[in-house]
């Protein structure tokens, strides 16, 4: 596996100590004093021994190197630059783990205290989800909303690995003078002693709701998703080019997900396309603004979207391919059609509907998640993070997991509740606020001060409904919801500015001028022609 080891450890030093490890002729050299804690009882079958890993010194920010694959692969000790400054371990580089890492980046700390950071991320690319609609409408390259850590961090103190972490140890709950507070596990074998911990590894598609939905049915959450989704799209309208049969999208959940979907792809396909989107509730965005909604209804009817409100989906299956004679052999494409068609049977949600069978090419799936935490829990001793029915971990209003005072979390990883009690949701919005207050906290604890409580400020909802369409409803303005193509700009430009650093807005920025200039430019000519020829 790949592991993006981004660290300035003296590379001198890290070759001497490689030197010093020939393995299977002499021992290991001596284990951390943290693996002689009671947590690390549980697992004395495993494989601890250790080695270091040896850098050029020209390696800067963000370089990658192999590290072991295997199963049974040498554990790999992550060296820290520094022994005397806090080490800061975030789990996650969405909204919440990277823009933690760059709120510690930007706060001014006292000499020494500023601590050492690194960000673990499984993907290369950090990912502005929001705007993963734009993909496949064609508004935006992925550049743009996806761009590599490696980039945004490059003048930044923060390291970057390109790793998936296997379990987490934590040791800050046990009331000791332990040396660290606790340990990371990579699947790479890396191990990573932390001073702080920031769980941010957010939450994956749950596709185990209906039968059959984990087999035929593409989620929308991930930059994967995202362009194996385009991919599909692209092979459909490949194939269904100049016949008269239309690609077939079912979209199952009209909350703002399945709602952005069908205007999207409904836009995108035209006449060449029949969409159609389910929903269990009796219409579309029921916890939206009611701006929201009606906009959206607007704009799903004009593009002769099929809602179909009041179904949940049963179960989702592959249509049998029907048994052709050597004469209806010769129709390849219709067989090569109906072999690829896929089923939904819909269920009423209420009485006084009746079941329905549809028939799709693509199923869009985007109602469930499921956050990541209790996979990171070790099987030897599991839930020593508290974790509430969903698998997220409760904190308290500072944002630190209780009972682990070492240890913050943000995002899909957080049970944080607001005044009422209820869990905040799971969105964008949280994430970056979040990551606010959670740098900041950290900042306070390093230093001794007090921590701040956090406070979510509802700033509105935003959506996409199409290359020129969007909904925005502003918090600050009863009863406004900006349309159209006000909309659609405003919401650019919101996004523009929540974009992770500086450089970064400023390419994002230069590049949507241009394309939005082209296109104007394209627009006023495609006006005169018309003109013209009508004179």
């Known amino acids: 596996m790949e592991c993006a080891l981004a660290c300035s450890a003296s590379a001198t030093i890290a070759l001497v100590r490689c030197r010093q490890m020939r393995w299977g002729k002499t021992r290991s050299p001596k284990l951390p004093m943290i693996w002689s804690s009671s947590w690390c009882s549980g697992s004395s079958k495993r494989n601890r021994s250790l080695r270091t890993v040896a850098l050029s010194a020209t390696a800067g920010f963000g370089s990658t190197m192999e590290a072991p694959a295997a199963a049974d692969a040498p554990r790999l000790n992550y060296i820290w630059p520094d022994n005397k400054r806090p080490r800061v371990c975030i789990v996650g580089g969405g909204f919440g783990g990277l823009y933690t890492a760059l709120r510690l980046e930007s706060l001014v700390w006292p000499d020494g205290k500023k601590p050492q950071v690194v960000l673990i991320d499984q993907s290369e690319r950090f990912v502005f989800k929001p705007m993963l609609y734009e993909l496949l409408s064609g508004e935006v390259e992925t550049w743009e909303i996806a761009p590599q850590f490696s980039d945004l961090l490059a003048n930044t103190d923060v390291r970057f690995l390109k790793d998936r972490v296997k379990c987490l140890y934590p040791c800050d709950h046990l009331g000791t003078n332990a040396p660290t507070a606790g340990t990371v596990h990579l699947e790479s074998g890396l191990l990573i002693e932390y001073d702080w911990l920031v769980l941010a590894i957010g939450a994956e598609a749950k596709l185990d709701i209906v039968p059959g939905a984990a087999d035929y049915a593409l989620p929308f959450y991930t930059l994967d998703d995202a362009l194996r989704v385009d991919k599909k799209l692209k092979e459909l309208e490949r194939k269904n080019f100049g016949k008269d049969s239309a690609v077939r999208v079912a979209v199952v959940g009209c909350g703002y997900g399945g709602v952005e979907l069908a205007a999207t792809i409904s836009e995108r396909l035209k006449e060449k396309g029949i969409v159609q989107a389910i929903n269990v509730e009796k219409t579309v965005l029921p916890n939206a603004p009611a701006g929201n909604r009606e906009a959206a209804l607007k704009v799903l009817l004009s593009r002769k979207v099929q809602l179909l409100l009041g179904y949940f989906v049963r179960c989702i299956k592959k249509e049998v391919e029907s048994q052709t004679s050597d004469a209806e052999s010769k129709s390849m494409d219709s067989a090569a059609d109906h ?130 369409d969007a909904a925005v409803s502003p918090s600050f303005t009863d009863g406004l919801t900006l349309e159209g193509f006000v909309g659609h700009t405003a919401r650019k430009v919101a996004y523009l500015i929540r974009l992770p650093t500086d450089q970064h807005r400023v390419k994002v920025g230069i590049s949507w001028l241009l394309k939005s200039t082209v296109d104007s430019v394209a627009t006023v000519q495609t006006m005169l022609a018309k003109a013209q020829s009508g004179s």
Do not use: C
């Open 339 to 468: 072999s690829e068609s896929i089923i939904l049977e819909l269920q009423p949600a209420e009485r006084g509907l009746e079941g329905q069978i549809i028939t799709a090419d693509i199923v869009l799936w985007t109602i469930g998640s499921k956050p990541l935490l209790p996979e990171l829990e070790p099987s030897d001793k599991p839930y020593d993070i508290p974790l509430n029915a969903r698998g997220q971990a409760e904190t308290d209003e500072t944002l630190r997991v209780k009972g682990h005072p070492r240890i913050f979390a943000v995002g899909d990883s957080s049970a944080l509740r607001d005044e009422n009690g209820k869990v905040l949701p799971a969105t964008a919005q949280v994430a970056f606020q979040q990551a606010d207050f959670a740098g900041w906290n950290l900042w306070a604890a390093i230093n001794d001060r007090p921590l701040l409580p956090f406070r979510y400020q509802n700033l509105g909802e935003m959506m996409t409904l199409g290359r020129h």
